[in-house]
């Protein structure tokens, strides 16, 4: 089992894991000082490429950007999401998901569950490709963004999916949107890490939309905590970038590649 993996299995019950998103090299700079493990994940559909939910988002979208994060990570395990479609069938999961980490070096790919598709994810861990389950809210898959598992049905049916994904040999599992009660069952009974958003404390470790959390995508459900808020940075500095260009304060000398170095006689 790759290395990176293994450390993660053994955070279980001893150390919060921390990941985050990202879609880019820069933002991936940033997080490899911090996260355990960075998710490209397909939320850059509505992040990003401005679409109302993540279908359609391809597998190349995916790849293009896991290869921009791969160039910032020096130790953060990377996980790419394959995007809706892309694991159908078997044999079409495992094309892509090849694909995926031929193209990307990633260490694993994270398939969200429709309830029935352990099979996939079984014979990606049969090739030897590493797969991260995600249950509950599946934007893949499911309309409605709201709680899940807050009856006692709900909860059995959802420690029930938990466990067919373990025992498919996934590594870790994705919790979304789950209630408190049932992501702590499901933490309690899982043997690999749960992963939660929005899904309480209990779980193993914790996700964010890297841009949620920076305040930058304008999508902020009650479970992401806002660190910063940079688009109203970002609007600071554009307004003052707007009036230097219409006061003529910018560029200056001082903006000019050679700085103040005086041009060679002959050169125009
Ligand atoms: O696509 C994504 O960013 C995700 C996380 C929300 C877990 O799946």
Do not use: W
């Not at 939660?196 to 470790?205: F, K, M, P, T, Y």
């Amino acid at each position: 089992m790759n290395i990176k993996i293994k450390k993660i299995l053994l955070k279980k019950n001893k150390s919060k894991i921390v990941c985050l998103t990202s879609y880019s090299k820069v933002i991936a700079k940033i997080l490899d000082n911090y996260c355990d493990l960075v998710l490209v994940g397909d939320s850059m559909a509505n992040v990003l490429y401005g679409f109302k939910n993540t279908h359609k988002i391809t597998l190349t979208n995916i790849i293009e950007h896991a290869i921009s994060v791969k160039k910032g990570l020096k130790k953060t395990i990377l996980i790419v999401d394959m995007p809706k479609g892309s694991y159908s069938n078997i044999s079409t999961a495992k094309k892509n998901a090849k694909l995926i980490i031929k193209k990307t070096k990633c260490d694993a790919v994270k398939i969200e569950s429709n309830k029935k598709n352990y099979d996939i994810i079984k014979n990606l861990v049969k090739e030897k490709i590493p797969v991260m389950g995600h249950i509950g809210y599946t934007p893949q898959f499911t309309k409605k963004f709201k709680v899940e598992g807050s009856t006692l049905i709900e909860s059995k049916r959802l420690l029930k999916e938990a466990l067919h994904i373990e025992q498919a040999g996934a590594f870790s599992i994705v919790l979304e949107c789950i209630h408190p009660d049932t992501s702590k069952l499901i933490t309690s009974k899982l043997r690999i890490p749960t992963i939660g958003i929005g899904s309480s404390i209990h779980c193993d470790g914790q996700i964010l939309v890297t841009d949620d959390m920076l305040g930058l995508s304008g999508f902020y459900p009650k479970f992401v905590k806002k660190y910063v808020n940079l688009n109203r940075i970002i609007e600071k500095a554009v307004k003052k970038y707007t009036r230097d260009v219409k006061l003529r304060k910018f560029p200056t000398i001082n903006n000019f590649l050679n700085g103040t170095k005086r041009r060679k006689k002959n050169r125009i």
